[in-house]
């Protein structure tokens, strides 16, 4: 079976864009193919995958096409994917197939959102139709409220307070503070972070991303032809995803996503490691306690024990066993929705060729994984990398 | 590599429903299910791509979660695709490279669509929406008007008037007459459809297919599995796709769609026949120029010579050499969009193993071919199907 490896990865800054759907799609491509370290043509592109959960503000169907054609990608397969915030993350999952399947040997994944010339309400709208509809949304249901429901939780069965997802936030914005490409790049102190604005008790605006606009871009290739493109490639040595219910009264309990753990085992079975080996994880932090139930749900610690994870700072860069979101995350780096998935892999693949700013640069990292959730835990993807290849 | 058959479908009668997108989904997964000739659990089913355009009016996103939990998938990696009306024919070809990709034995590809409980205004954008926006839509050119300017620019080019094209309706109507799972079943003359209410001329209502409520769904599996299903599979010989510029003035021609040429071109290659060893396509006439020209783009008859294949009736089942849309296209049978690539595959499926109402049955047929297009032409899969293994 062919084997599956980044050899180039590109994104656009994330933040409040002037430009449309089509420039930031390009400047994302367009920065992956000049990641590239040897000669690379868009037109050696076999097939193309793009998540996207607004598409435009819902007005750009047919979105794939429309995207590539303008990047040098005219005339491949092209389709996009959504899966609410997991779009790309999946994107990437099926591109890896397409070249597992021998039926492609260099193909594209990337994600795209366009969110901030919205409406607040229908920028609501393009959140909330993520999650339950029937039981939770059309009841008043918001996500910050979702989470925060989780996390209160949390709080009974475990020993936790919201002291411990104020040390996410800060953690995060900390890791985000050098990053040219996060969209949110302040210096959040512990009581900045503890006494913001309460949006969803307990959550308040420092527990909450930002929604951004934003595009990324990964460009895969087939064992066989990697040394073509680059003689440092970053290999995909675990693609696993998984789905749960919905609405979160269908669940047994909602301390825990079982879809993380379900895709997390089996993209760790298939890389040949574990948890403990994993030396960066871009993990999917919508919300700090998302984060918190992260380190669990991927086995970076056990349950129960999340909350003193975050307050011993056990994620933090260089400090700890597992550096957990180096970029920054979904709270500094932003999140625009579809975009998010592959976003997480364009940062793995800078941090893991040493290529970051020198400042946030995580030191000797050998393995790594990225976590894209969407809507609350109904489907999740997790993908484990090496600088070496599992044989 | 692993070759991939068909070894159950199903789906929904079109039309208007008053189910919702849960239970639509439902009833096209059961008969799907159901179908199978040995026993078969949802259970062994190891991965789900679903294409939906509207995903429910725009409300309910993380489509692919909703509509699985509910229907014996839960838990499982699952997505929507999105690709304008050609959604779930690239759902079929993500779940063909799944299943060639050797990460899953059996995997699910369908399609929904819930369009009748939508505003007439609403309706329309979710047509639209698929086309070029910037250029078309919001300059105010509709879908019947795009496949409109096709028409026009055909007569002029080559000889031909619409009396071709209401040969194509006749014939699409009398083939869908005794379709149990159609959504308009009438025997339609051919002055009826000639002087119909004008759309957009040079076409009538009956050179427009109505838009359906529906959901559509069929089960893959590998070579090595088929025989635990069924002693009678359909082979998926060939899985190809293609793309092209979503505005129509951008291409040098509007009178043959690239996108399907180069689509058939590859599929007919991988499956190691011509046009002419097909014996019934399922094709995509959302419009009867649509299917005029899918004639010639998929070597049915050369080009220019699609309404003289029309006049002859060429494609009307068991008269011909091939039966073009047994099941009475989109035109008859109904356009439920995302639904509309899987429900063509439902229809080759039932229509291979000789199991469609006795009446309509496309006698000896062993070769098929389905091709799903999205927007005006912007994106195409065809696949092509057999009763024998392409080995």
Redo the contacts between chains.
């Keep these: ?1 062919v084997d599956v490896a980044i050899v180039g990865a590109g994104q656009t800054k994330y933040g409040n864009h002037q430009s449309g759907m089509k420039g930031m799609w390009a400047e994302a491509a367009y920065n992956a193919f000049q990641s590239v370290d040897k000669d690379f043509q868009p037109k050696q592109i076999d097939e193309a995958y793009i998540g996207s ?1 607004a ?2 503000g ?9 995207l ?2 303008h990047s040098g990608m ?11 915030c997991a ?1 790309s993350g ?1 994107a990437l ?2 591109a890896w ?2 070249i ?4 492609a040997d260099v193909v594209i994944a990337g994600g795209i959102e366009k969110m901030n010339d919205l409406t607040p309400e229908r920028k609501r709208f ?1 959140l909330g ?5 029937e039981w939770e949304r059309l009841a008043g249901l918001t996500f910050p409220g979702t989470y925060a429901l989780m996390a209160r939780r949390y709080f009974h069965e475990f020993e936790s307070t919201h002291d411990d997802l104020v040390n996410i936030s800060v953690k995060n914005h900390w890791h985000g503070l050098d990053n040219e490409m996060a969209h949110i790049r302040k210096d959040v102190s512990f009581d900045k972070a503890k006494n913001g604005f309460m949006v969803a008790d307990p959550l308040t605006l420092y527990d909450c991303c930002p929604t951004s606009d934003g595009a990324s871009c990964v460009i895969l290739a087939a064992d066989h032809v990697v040394k073509q493109f680059t003689d440092d490639p970053v290999w995909i040595n675990g693609s ?7 609405a979160l009264h ?1 669940r047994p309990s909602i301390t825990q996503l ?2 993380t753990q ?2 997390a085992k089996k993209a760790y079975k298939m890389a040949g490691i574990e948890a403990h080996n994993i030396d960066l994880a871009e993990v999917h932090d919508c919300f700090t306690i998302a984060e918190l139930l992260a380190t669990e749900d991927l086995g970076f610690t056990k349950r129960g024990n999340g909350g003193k994870f975050a307050r011993d700072g056990a994620g933090r860069r260089n400090e700890g066993d597992v550096c957990i979101n180096p970029s920054g995350g979904l709270k500094s780096k932003g999140h625009p929705l579809g975009a998010t998935g592959t976003g997480q892999t364009v940062e793995i693949f800078k941090q893991l060729r040493g290529e970051v700013e020198q400042s946030r640069q995580v030191r000797d990292a050998e393995n790594a994984l990225s976590h894209n959730v ?2 609350s835990g ?2 999740c ?1 997790v993908h484990v990398y090496g600088r070496n290849r599992n044989e």
Excluded: H
């Design positions: 079976m959960v598409f435009g819902g007005q750009l169907g047919n979105t794939a096409a429309l590539t054609e005219k005339g491949i397969p092209v389709r996009r994917v959504e899966n609410a779009s999946f999952r099926d197939m397409a597992k399947s021998g039926q393009w139709v993520s999650g339950d509809t696993a995803a998984a789905s749960d219910y919905l269908d079982i879809a379900n895709a969407g809507g109904a489907t993807a």
